[in-house]
């Protein structure tokens, strides 16, 4: 099975992978009460519960590696008194990532040049 796309940014105290497996959509669509293209919608349109933007960044520390200790930790500590301005953009990189895949790096976007 592949792995699930991730996005790294910024959070807390150092740059973090987030991604969101299967098994963890389904958490996310549990603890939200929402199906993941409802979920998605909302967000992408700034209609949404910040209990979406919290278990979203969460769900995408613990898809990134981080255990769900120190994911709960960083989002009690980074998120959770933050301003929207900081967590929402967050929030809605993870699922855009689900959405639509992983952004190319300027890196890999040169690479392909070379190889054409």
């Not at 900081?86 to 392909?112: H, R, S, Y």
Request: aromatic share 8%; with cysteine.
């Amino acid at each position: 099975m592949a792995e699930a796309p991730k996005h790294v940014q910024f959070f807390g105290d150092q740059e973090r992978s987030f991604a969101l497996t299967p098994e963890l959509v389904l958490e996310l669509e549990r603890i939200t009460g929402s199906g993941i293209g409802g979920l998605c919608q909302r967000l992408f349109r700034s209609d949404f519960k910040l209990a979406d933007i919290s278990a979203t960044i969460r769900l995408g520390l613990i898809g990134g590696g981080a255990s769900p200790e120190d994911a709960a930790g960083l989002v009690a500590a980074y998120a959770q008194s933050r301003p929207l301005a900081e967590t929402f953009p967050l929030a809605v990189a993870i699922l855009e990532t689900l959405w639509f895949g992983a952004a190319k790096t300027q890196v890999e976007d040169d690479q392909d040049e070379v190889k054409a």
